[in-house]
């Protein structure tokens, strides 16, 4: 008997017969990353039912000096949850402890398993006329673990916060297999750090998050949903300004686009349709929404207010969508850059941020310098103005081999990361590092920054088997 194979038979005993698995078929999946860029091997998928059972897992690994790389949805953007080529990790997938505990639905709170899946939790608040106010794209396979060790963003950002403000305490099983177990939350709680905040985005680095208490909200009791074309993304930043001071808190998200992202998403979209008549340089996708305190005459106060806007010479043009159905198909035309993107070929994707009131000028300087730098290529910027995030996003020529990215693409990100630098921001806004980027933070991060990520990862995963390769 191997080494490996005493591991296997003790982890296949703690476990269970539905809670380890060697079979390929089974594995294979879970084996490469969601843009499928990286393909690793693993020993064998563990898929434990509890915390208890991760916290003998994760002993009888350190026993054995087993290497682990917890996954969750895998919808993962950086190639996190991919283990390496060699073969010696094992996956840990914390789909199986996917119970909601509980929904309190006076102390506007949820503790849920890592594995509860986003979207079904967004179902189960709902039920109690409340919402969790963080969503994705991914939303329909991003689990609660992975969005908390990518420190998980998206549209609503802007008002909310990322993962991190949503995050009341933490459940965690660390290297040594010992549980920190913080899920009741207090309000005031000054006794030195705050731990729950270093796993929040430590990438699978540092713990394993088996469990969370999540900030909810009053469910949306009405929302609008308006479209407006700008000269400029100056003009965008200013409009976003305005709104904000005119509608007040209730502005939830703020997307900017650009001409030619719409013209290729409508070229790709069967029967999509542009929701104003005449092209702009610059689009925005405005979502106001208010809980039933507050819906009385919302959509009277965003008409008032981009009435003024107009006069103000904020906006070129807006529209209001008219019905739910006409709201989900502006989000629509939103949600398929990327897939649009895909479709039209090689492109290489960055997902970064300046300082927001930068983000125009930043954005004006990048694009005509990369595609001078790069002729035939085209540089798009889109997404999340409002937090200075945006997806950098440069296309090859078309007709070029997709193996451009690796080669070519390589390139340029360096150099799209460097001009980022330069411009005080940051090479991964949303999507995390995982080993995507890694040599990238290595070669771009703050020395002193990196050092101390090194010492914590040091001090709390000694022997290194906490998801490695990845994030440091
Ligand atoms: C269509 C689409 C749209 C997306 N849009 C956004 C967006 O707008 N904003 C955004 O931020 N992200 C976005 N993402 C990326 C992705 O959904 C997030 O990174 C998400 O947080 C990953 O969750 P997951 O459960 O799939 O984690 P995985 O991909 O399985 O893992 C991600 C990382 O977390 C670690 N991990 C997972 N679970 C645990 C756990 N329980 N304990 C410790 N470590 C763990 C993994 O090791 C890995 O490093 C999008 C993805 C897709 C596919």
């Not at 790709?268 to 405005?286: C, F, M, S, T, V």
């Not at 540089?379 to 690796?406: E, K, Q, R, Y």
Request: a negative charge; one cysteine or more.
């Amino acid at each position: 008997m191997t080494a490996s194979d005493t591991f296997l038979a003790q982890a296949a005993a703690l476990l269970g017969p539905r809670g380890l698995t060697s079979d390929p078929d089974l594995m294979t999946p879970w084996l490469t990353d969601w843009r499928g860029r990286f393909t690793g091997r693993a020993l064998a998928l563990a898929s434990p039912a509890s915390t208890e059972e991760v916290a003998g897992l994760v002993k009888l690994c350190a026993a054995h000096g087993v290497p682990i790389v917890p996954q969750g949805g895998n919808s993962s953007m950086s190639g996190g949850a991919t283990p390496d080529e060699e073969g010696g990790s094992l996956l840990l997938s914390l789909r199986r402890m996917n119970a909601i505990r509980e929904v309190d639905g006076e102390g506007r709170k949820a503790t849920c398993e890592a594995g509860v899946v986003l979207q079904t939790l967004h179902e189960a608040v709902a039920e109690a006329e409340l919402r969790f106010p963080l969503t994705l794209g991914g939303k329909g396979t991003a689990t609660i673990g992975g969005l908390i060790s990518t420190n998980a963003g998206g549209g609503q950002v802007l008002r909310h916060g990322s993962m991190r403000a949503q995050v009341l305490g933490i459940e965690a099983v660390l290297a040594d297999g010992s549980v920190f177990s913080q899920l009741t939350p207090l309000k005031k709680d000054n006794r030195g750090f705050d731990l729950k905040q270093l796993l929040i985005g430590s990438e699978g680095t540092l713990g394993v998050v088996t469990a969370a208490t999540l900030r909810l909200l009053p469910a949306v009791a009405d929302r609008v949903v308006i479209w407006a074309g700008l000269p400029s993304l100056k003009a965008a930043r200013a409009l976003l300004l305005y709104c904000e001071d005119a509608i007040g808190e209730a502005v939830e998200q703020f997307e900017v686009m650009p001409q030619s992202c719409l013209e290729a998403v409508i070229a790709y979209l069967p029967d999509a349709r542009a929701p104003l008549a005449e092209p702009h340089a610059w689009h925005a996708l405005i979502e106001v929404v208010a809980d039933r305190t507050s819906a009385d005459g919302l959509r009277e106060r965003c008409e008032t207010a981009m009435a003024e806007a107009f006069e103000r010479a904020l906006v070129e043009d807006a529209t209001f969508a008219a019905s739910e159905a006409q709201a989900e198909a502006f989000w629509l035309l939103r949600e398929s850059i990327a897939p649009a993107e895909r479709a039209r070929g090689a492109a290489v994707q960055h997902d970064i941020s300046v300082p927001v009131e930068r983000m125009p000028e930043f954005v004006e300087a990048a694009v005509p310098e990369i595609e001078a730098a790069w002729p035939g290529t085209e540089a798009i910027a889109f997404g999340h103005l409002g937090d200075g995030n945006v997806h950098f996003h440069v296309i090859a020529p078309a007709g070029t081999a997709m193996s451009w990215a690796a080669g070519q693409g390589k390139e340029i990100s360096h150099q799209v990361h460097d001009l980022v630098t330069r411009w005080g921001g940051s090479i991964s806004a949303e999507h995390g590092i995982g080993q995507l980027k890694r040599d990238e933070l290595a070669r771009l991060g703050d020395p002193v920054a990196l050092d101390i990520m090194r010492r914590v990862k040091a001090a709390l995963d000694p022997a290194g088997l906490l998801n490695p390769g990845k994030l440091i």
